[in-house]
């Protein structure tokens, strides 16, 4: 057990530390190396990718990726599981809703985390804003509020010595803070907090993430004087213990591990740190990241795609004559298109063209890329970049067979959303003075207001049996409003308008094209149908509309098949081409044609 109070203690805890920040360094180094691809060469001139990235396949995975997994800021629904608890659970719900949107950046903390777990670990911490410390956490951060901050890797430690995170004798993140401030806030050991300037390199010497924006400068201006601590987590001791970071980096060394602050930890027997492992490795606690596992292909991709590069740089058009027949090459030069001149030997002078990109490697990097989309899972449907199938219904299968290649991301996605919400939501449940007032949407044109203040929170929301799920982390497009509700009215409303109609009861039409007219973007529909004074389905199935029921007559279904062209199928006839197969005339003109 690791006591605060105890210095040989706290050196061995420090020792524990710093041993586990360098098993830590190359992972650290690969997470910056995936970055530097990630950003290209022109994004910083002292850090940046040594190489040009002309086809940047790591940008559009993870962009693909993070917006299959983290779209927009979730919503939560609260359940209880008992009848006499779905009034506080309302209460909870329509409470959590406002504050992830509104009073905290959720939204952008969770799309920071869930890239950073595309180059290694997405990690949270969630807590409670210190007092006298809210304006180092950022102008979002109030005193006494929860708040849900991403941590980097470069600021992170977890003990490396365990298989699994629940075996973790401790865990902790790094961050900085106003000097003045820390002198403040600290408890004991105010004289070993000093002023820290480098944020360039970590203590072992590798170069932080920050610094590609930042520049390979070792000082760093800034408005006042800054200081580093590390907030460790002891989950045996159920401990929260902050230490200045000069000392951890000293320790083992000639320094010693000083304790400034001891916060007895009585929230989530998970502690405060929530870790997102997108693809775990059995008995290690650090995972293989999808940008790792695809950094080989993007690297060949690269590569090949430069050298077809220079090798069309070094294309040339030229003419070559036999010598002795000057005259006539000068004749070649100077002649303009569509002229005739007289030539002494027509043979003698002859075009050439030398070099250009070779067809085999043009043929191998349409492979590399193809490859690239396969082993992530069919990229090219996954992120819309162009249909797959030349029916819209296969092209949908397609989609939806793809994405079970990115749906065990999303579960554990979900999961740790889940995890943050819930603990975010017991803080704001046990606060004893966080008073809120939120308007619950009754109507389009009407609201209420509902109280979420301390003297209806009794007790711990464990107490209560209540589940919160969140939902809504894709965008719901007008697009994909408008296709649920056609969904809605074919499979559900339709097939009970008899029974509706026999209780006099229909769908408002009046409403259900207003809608789509929103949704589609299409305002003059609403002029397309004039209503004099019945607007429900049953008046115009009826009759007592006035136009005397559904018209009859023959309808004629006509079903054109025109050709298109999907892009795996225009890269397989290029190959060809390229390779010198044989390819059909039908299969050379699908090239020309736009994508269906």
């Not at 044989?582 to 269906?596: H, L």
Request: aromatic share 8%.
């Amino acid at each position: 057990m690791v006591n605060p109070n105890d210095q040989r203690s706290m050196d061995a805890l420090g020792k524990a530390i710093l041993h586990s920040r360098r098993e830590l360094q190359d992972f650290r180094s690969a997470r910056l190396m995936a970055l530097r691809q990630f950003v290209g060469s022109h994004y910083h001139s002292q850090s940046k990718a040594g190489d040009k990235v002309p086809i940047n396949l790591i940008e559009m995975l993870v962009s693909i990726y993070t917006r299959q997994l983290a779209a927009t800021c979730p919503q939560v629904n609260v359940f209880a599981r008992n009848e006499q608890n779905k009034a506080p659970a309302f209460r909870l719900e329509l409470a959590m809703n406002h504050i992830l949107k509104h009073e905290m950046p959720f939204e952008r903390n969770l799309r920071i985390v869930t890239k950073d777990a595309m180059f290694g670990l997405g990690l949270m911490k969630v807590g409670v804003t210190s007092l006298g410390l809210h304006e180092a956490y950022g102008y979002m951060h109030d005193s006494g509020m929860p708040f849900a901050d991403p941590v980097s890797l470069d600021d992170w430690v977890h003990d490396m010595t365990v298989p699994r995170f629940e075996l973790c004798g401790f865990m902790g993140d790094r961050y900085r803070i106003p000097l003045d401030q820390a002198k403040d806030w600290a408890d004991k050991n105010k004289d070993s907090i000093e002023e820290v300037t480098n944020r360039t390199y970590n203590e072992h010497g590798d170069i932080r993430a920050e610094a590609m924006s930042q520049g390979l400068d070792a000082e760093k201006d800034t408005v006042v004087p800054m200081t580093e601590v590390w907030d460790i987590w002891l989950p045996r001791e159920k401990l929260v213990v902050t230490i200045p970071a000069s000392s951890i980096s000293q320790a083992g060394y000639a320094g010693s591990a000083k304790v400034l602050k001891v916060v007895e930890w009585d929230g989530r027997e998970a502690g405060p740190y929530h870790i997102l492992n997108l693809n775990e490795v059995p008995s290690n606690t650090m995972p293989v990241p999808p940008a790792s596992l695809m950094m080989d292909l993007h690297d060949l991709a690269n590569h090949v795609f430069r050298k077809l590069g220079r090798q069309a740089e070094r294309q040339k058009s030229m003419a070559v004559y036999r010598k002795g027949s000057e005259e006539d090459a000068e004749t070649f030069k100077d002649a303009s298109d569509g002229e005739a001149y007289g030539m002494d030997d027509p043979s003698s002078v002859q075009p050439v063209d030398w070099g250009g990109p070779n067809p085999t490697n043009l043929a191998f990097f349409i492979q590399i890329r193809e490859l690239f989309s396969y082993l992530g899972g069919n990229l090219d449907t996954l992120g819309g970049l162009s249909p797959q199938a030349e029916t819209l219904g296969q092209d949908e299968m397609l989609a939806a067979n793809a994405s079970q290649r990115v749906s065990d991301m999303q579960d554990q996605t979900v999961s740790f959303t889940r995890d943050v919400v819930c603990h975010i939501g017991s803080l704001v449940w046990e606060d004893p003075v966080y008073d809120l007032e939120v308007q619950h949407k009754v109507t389009e044109n009407y609201s209420i207001p509902v109280k979420f203040s301390p003297d209806i929170r009794k007790g711990k929301v464990s107490d209560y049996e209540i589940d919160i799920e969140p939902f809504s982390m894709q965008h719901n497009t007008p697009a994909r409003r408008l296709k649920a509700m056609g969904q809605v009215m074919q499979q559900y409303i339709m097939p009970m308008i008899p029974v509706m109609m026999a209780k006099g009861e229909a769908p408002n039409m009046k409403r259900i094209l207003g809608y789509v007219s929103k949704y589609a973007n299409l305002p003059e529909l609403n002029e397309f149908i004039e209503f004099v004074g019945q607007d429900t389905f049953v008046d115009q199935m009826s009759g007592r509309g006035g136009g005397g029921g559904v018209p009859a007559g023959d309808r004629t279904v006509t079903r054109v098949n025109r050709p298109g062209a999907t892009q795996s199928g225009k890269d397989d006839v290029m190959k060809r081409l390229l390779l010198g197969s044989n390819v059909q005339d039908s299969e050379a003109a699908a090239i020309g044609r736009p994508n269906s």
